[in-house]
């Protein structure tokens, strides 16, 4: 069985459209240390924050889920 991992997806997102955390955090408009966060499931993204997330990955948000 397969254990999902929300940070990781986020993660793996991000390095396939090859941005760094710090990038990602400018386009969303929050801390470096908030997408760190979110990467490694210490913070979760509001839902606004998680809708951006998808548009900037070109991602459903189910697939994030």
């Given at each position: 069985?397969?254990?999902?991992?929300?940070?990781l997806r986020l993660k793996e997102l991000r390095e396939a459209k090859r941005l760094s955390q710090t990038e990602v955090a400018k386009r969303l408009n929050v801390g470096r240390s908030t997408i760190s966060g979110y990467e490694s499931n210490t913070i979760?993204?509001?839902?606004?924050?998680?809708?951006?997330l998808a548009i900037l990955y070109d991602t459903s948000l189910d697939y994030m889920m």
């Open positions: 069985m397969e254990v999902y991992d929300f940070g979760t993204p509001s839902l606004e924050q998680f809708t951006r």
